[in-house]
């Protein structure tokens, strides 16, 4: 394999996305098929610093990925909604660019397997656990010692095994850091059970969130640490049975923000834009080719319109309209608490695609049959080579199969 740096999306790889032959797994895309790899995504250092940075060319890969991602409809009479759409997942592409905006660059997991912005997770775990311990201190009068001093520690360990030179002494503190690693995950994940029997509300909904996340950056780290002792096999299985996890625990989480009273995203005031992001989710909690009339179906009885009922023809038949519901205002904002759970929900959704994207990484490093230090030496030469300094960088930056790409040509060509 020969990597390549891209600027911008390639016209195979995006007439792929396109129709469907290639998908895009958070930050990797790869044949729908044999699940090939062909396309890695890395960010630049800079747009975690700098939330006014475009990331013009996440933009253009969500653009490219969005229409061939959507399952044909099976009833003709969605024909003219779907055609109109042509969206299921993540087409809302300012929500995704602008997450940083909305919720800064910690509750963004990151792309990468390799070790290139190891720095950058370690920070950011560190950084949710101060913002978690200051959600914790409006429902408890004292944050867990013991798992700060936890998390801590298992951030210490894993700092000094991704940075340590001697050989021998960053195999010890690796193998250190991944038993640290995983006690304090496993702390973490004890805190999500219980916040599953919470009440949905804003805080204990927003912890869950939060604490989703940082186990998740913590498997990110521990899968790297694994990697460092060449243990790729055994990343890759530790990276698979938690997956299961973090999608039934995040589809669970989707379904309280959204509520029970889902028919208010087909009211009136709602612009088409929202009611579109809305069903992109209800898809990715349980896709379905015939999924906007289950959707429609579910939500019937809650549907309203008073002017029915003045309907002479139609009121003889009794009172069909129901009561407005109580969040729903006359004009939403970007700010209301209707739009925001669709934001959230969008961003546990893609926090998800990319923990499925790390694993899909690692997988393909383990498939190739290289060593982690000689995966990330590759990028770093195709990095080097195109003057691309990551850490510097203020956009997202492509790393491309050229020898997948030279097939494609020499297969059009034939």
Known sequence: ML????LEIPSKIAMGLANGSLERVGGVVRDVTNKQVVMWLREGGQIASNPDLAAGLLKTVLQASSGGAARPLGVAANAAFAARSNYLLFQQLEALTNLVEFVSAIAVLDLAASAISAAIVLERIGDLEKRIEGL???ISSEFSHDRRVK??????AATDALNMDNSDNKRFQANTAINRL??????IWLEIETLKGSSSDVTNNQLMQDNILQAMQLDQIR???LLLLDE???ATAYLSMNLEAYRETSRLLVHRHLG???AVFFHKSVSEYDLKRYLAIETWLMPSEDRLWEILLANRHDFWNRDVDKDPKIAKHGKFSQISLPYLKKDETEDSPLLQVLTMSELLIENYQRFRGYLAEVAAIERLGITASSWEQQQKSALSKAGVDLAEHDDYVLLVDKEWLAKQSDTTAA
């Open 3 to 6: 990597l390549e740096v891209a």
């Open 136 to 138: 914790y201190k409006h």
């Open 151 to 156: 998390l801590e520690a298992a951030i210490h």
């Open 182 to 187: 995983y006690e304090a995950r496993q702390h």
């Open 223 to 225: 899968g790297r640490c």
């Open 232 to 234: 790729t096999s055994r």
């Open 260 to 262: 029970e009273h889902r």
